[in-house]
């Protein structure tokens, strides 16, 4: 497709249960980030992949929290045992390369993110 | 660490007219660069503007235009003519220039800006 595809738009998980989110970058963009929104917030980072390594993941708020994106291409990010204060807007974002964002006036494209609800 | 401060929660203006959104950051860094969003209801984050901050000519986009006060790490968003369209949350977001690892964006808390007809 033309842009970052997120799936699933929305999910309701029970507590304890574990969610697989899924994100389709644009076709060639080496770069690719998860952001965590909690409502009222603005995004924070998670993690950051080049191609299929994953360069820094500083963000994920613990170890229930997993993602990988293992052709370089889509990636998933996973959370176990669900909790609620996992409720949150999961965006994710692709850029072509790394010089690009920073000097070619290229930027970083966002989804319109997988809303996670945690009963 | 960065940080990423606006200040207003919620601004409202009258279609045609102007207004102002204003962010401070902090950083120690010396390059680097500065970016508004706009996230309407649909979540998905659009770039309205983005600026370096090696350059001291303000960035322009049309009716987007921004006052870069680097010394008083000061980065603010005027809208000229606003349109109902313009309804939207607006974040002001820094990254640093790394020379390796991820570009990862800091954002603010957000402001909620509404354009009445």
């Known amino acids: 497709g033309a842009g970052v595809s997120q799936s699933p738009r929305y999910k309701v998980a029970k507590r304890g249960q574990d969610v697989a989110l899924r994100c389709d970058p644009i076709s060639g963009h080496v770069s690719l980030f998860w952001y965590q929104q909690a409502l009222g917030q603005g995004p924070e980072f998670l993690t950051y992949?080049?191609?299929?390594?994953?360069?820094?993941k500083s963000g994920l708020p613990s170890d229930r929290f997993f993602a990988e994106r293992p052709e370089g291409s889509v990636s998933t990010l996973k959370i176990q045992r669900t909790q609620q204060e996992d409720s949150a807007v999961y965006l994710c974002?692709?850029?072509?390369?790394?010089?690009?964002?920073?000097?070619?006036?290229?930027?970083?494209?966002f989804g319109e993110g997988s809303w996670l609800t945690v009963v | 660490a960065q940080t990423v401060t606006q200040s207003q929660p919620e601004m409202s203006v009258q279609e045609a007219e102007t207004v102002t959104l204003s962010c401070t950051y902090d950083?120690?860094?010396?390059?680097?660069?500065l970016f508004w969003y706009k996230q309407p209801p649909s979540r998905q984050m659009i770039l309205v503007i983005r600026q370096e901050a090696y350059k001291q000519q303000n960035a322009t986009e049309n009716r987007f235009s921004v006052n870069f006060q680097k010394a008083a790490k000061s980065f603010s968003l005027k809208i000229s003519d606003s349109q109902l369209g313009d309804t939207a949350m607006y974040f002001c977001?820094?990254?640093?220039?790394?020379?390796?690892?991820?570009?990862?964006?800091?954002f603010g808390k957000g402001m909620k800006l509404t354009v009445n007809p």
């Open positions: 974002a692709s850029s072509l390369d790394r010089v690009r964002v920073l000097y070619s006036g290229n930027t970083i494209y």
């Open positions: 992949f080049q191609n299929e390594a994953q360069l820094d």
């Open positions: 977001a820094f990254m640093k220039q790394a020379q390796g690892g991820s570009e990862k964006l800091v």
């Open positions: 950083t120690s860094e010396s390059n680097y660069y």
